[in-house]
C-alpha cells in the first residue's frame, strides 16, 4: 500500500508541474534558454519529493530485512542511476527533460503496485487484469517513449547546449551513459514481465512477484 501511494502522488506531482507547459510535448525547449531555464514551485516541489523517495528506495533495498531478490543488483544500479539523473538535471538546470523522463519511466509504477495489492490479498482475477494493464503501459512507456523521445532528445539537442557545442563534452556521455543503463534495465525488465505473461497463459494465472520466481529457474 506505501509504495502504491508513494507512486501515484509522484506520478501526480510530475503531472502537475508539467501541466499546461508549452515545452512538454516540443523537445527541442526542453533545453533552448538552457542556463536560465526557469523552474516553477511545482517543479522544485516534485524534484524535492522524488529525489527524497529515491534516496528512501535505495536505502529500503540495502536495510531490507526480507530475502534478496534476484534483480538486487539490477534494482541498485537503477536507483543510483535515478538518483544521479534526477540531481544532475535539478542542479544543472535541466528540468524539463529530467520532468518528462520521470514521468515516462514512472506511470507504470502504480498498476505494478496495485497489480500486487489484488494479488496478496486475494484478488486473483484483478489481479490479472491489473498485471495486464501495467505491461502494456510499461513495454510503451519504457521501450518506446523512453528511447524515442527522451534519448534522441539528449542525444540530438543535448550537445547544443554545451559551451563547446560538441559531443566531446564530458558532461554528456556520462548523462547519456546513465541514461542508455536505464533503458538496458527496462530490457532486462520486459524479459522478465515477458516471463511471467508466458507462465501466467501456462498455469493460468499469475502467482506471486515474477522476480521471486526467476529464481527457481
Not at 544543472?92 to 500486487?116: L, Q, T
Not at 494479488?119 to 494493464?133: E, H, K, N, R
Request: proline share 4%; charged share 15%; with cysteine.
Amino acid at each position: 500500500m506505501w509504495n502504491s501511494l508513494c507512486h501515484i502522488w509522484l506520478c501526480g506531482l510530475t503531472l502537475v508541474a508539467m501541466w499546461d507547459e508549452p515545452w512538454v510535448y516540443d523537445t527541442p525547449t526542453w533545453f533552448t534558454e538552457w542556463p536560465g531555464i526557469e523552474m516553477n514551485d511545482a517543479m522544485k516541489f516534485m524534484y524535492q519529493w522524488y529525489i527524497a523517495y529515491t534516496i528512501y528506495s535505495f536505502l529500503d533495498i540495502i536495510f531490507s530485512t526480507s530475502a534478496r531478490q534476484k534483480d538486487f543488483s539490477q534494482m541498485m544500479v537503477h536507483h543510483s542511476t535515478t538518483f544521479f539523473l534526477c540531481t544532475f538535471s535539478f542542479y544543472f538546470g535541466f528540468h524539463r527533460v529530467g520532468a518528462v523522463m520521470m514521468f515516462i519511466h514512472d506511470i507504470s509504477d502504480p498498476p505494478m503496485e496495485i497489480a500486487k495489492l489484488f494479488l496478496y490479498t486475494g484478488y486473483q482475477q484483478m489481479a490479472d487484469l491489473t498485471f495486464v494493464f501495467f505491461a502494456l503501459v510499461f513495454a510503451y512507456t519504457r521501450i518506446w517513449l523512453y528511447p524515442r523521445h527522451v534519448l534522441t532528445a539528449v542525444w540530438f539537442y543535448g550537445p547544443r547546449t554545451f559551451p563547446d557545442g560538441t559531443r566531446a563534452d564530458w558532461l554528456f556521455y556520462i548523462v547519456c551513459s546513465a541514461l542508455l543503463a536505464l533503458l538496458a534495465l527496462h530490457v532486462f525488465w520486459i524479459w522478465l514481465i515477458g516471463v511471467i505473461i508466458f507462465k501466467a497463459l501456462r498455469d493460468g494465472n499469475v502467482e506471486g512477484d515474477v522476480r521471486d520466481e526467476m529464481e527457481d529457474e
